[in-house]
């Protein structure tokens, strides 16, 4: 079987190739470098160095090896730069998934779209389901959810063109951390909280998310590539058990031995995320590894 994964040298993508890899799929990575790293590819993966912007590079990908799934994952991330660099956010993650979707239908490849739990935006109303609304703020206050609603775009357009005849499942990935996660100054926070000294935590660290480990979303990607679904099926890879993020920073400085400070809130930053999980069970997937065994794993 013939993968194209497109952001393969980012953290859940350079997991995803590594996997694929490993079961004998002939799989090519179309990624611009901009924030993954060549290093991270498997060598038994074609690396495409490219923009999925550029159709070009689409072409260059799929030439020797036409794709029987596309995984598209390349986007624009880190919570700092949805809001530093807005725009580059939209043109990417929109314009880059309409070449995806373009491009799936006309090799006939399905294709799964990596949106994120961000696509609801402000939502209160918790857990996160697929019938839940998306709220988000007017954007005069802030660009944040440049991302929350690429995503969303990204969605509208993966739903029409199911609508079309297309093949597409949407994946919402949430909180995933584990191996590869950037840190520094626009990565994500279980990386930070790891590297930094003292540790951060943003606003009053009150608000809540559900961090889910690399490995068990691997397994759940797999499947909502390999299964056969109803166009269109949209799961969130996420685990329930939900944690401050003033006491994840309070379990990582006990073990690292380091003070926490706090600084400004994130723009626009929900106060809780919690996913529903109840349409994995089409793909029999829950989140297996527990915060605390995710943790010291890494550590
Ligand atoms: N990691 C998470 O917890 C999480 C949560 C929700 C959604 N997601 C989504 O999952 C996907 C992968 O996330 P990640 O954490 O691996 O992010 P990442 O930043 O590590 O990976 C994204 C990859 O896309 C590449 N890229 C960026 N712009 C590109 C362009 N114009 N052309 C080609 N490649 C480009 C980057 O170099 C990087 O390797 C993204 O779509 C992200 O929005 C991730």
Redesign the pocket.
Known sequence: MNVLV?????????HLVDRLVERGNDVVV????????ESHVSKSAKLIH?????LE?WELAIKSNPPDIIH???????TNRFHNEADLVVD??VN?TINAINIAKRTGARMVF?????AFGEQHNMPLSNSSNSVFSPPFKHQRHS?GVS?YLGEILCQFAVRNGSDVRI???????GP???GGING?VVSKMLESDPIMVHGDGLQTRCM?WVGD?IDGMLRVGDYDLPPGSTFNLGSTEEISMLDLAKIISKKRSIEIEFCEPYHGDSKRRLPDVENNNLIGWLAETSLHVGINQLL
Do not use: M, W
């Open positions: 497109t952001g393969g040298a980012g953290f859940l993508g350079s179309l990624d611009d470098l901009s924030r993954g790293e490219g923009d999925v912007r550029v590079d598209h994952l390349a986007a624009i991330n880190g990417v993650n880059g990596y949106s994120s739990p961000e991302y995503k994946v919402r990935p949430c909180n995933v951390y590869r996660l950037k994500q889910t979303v």
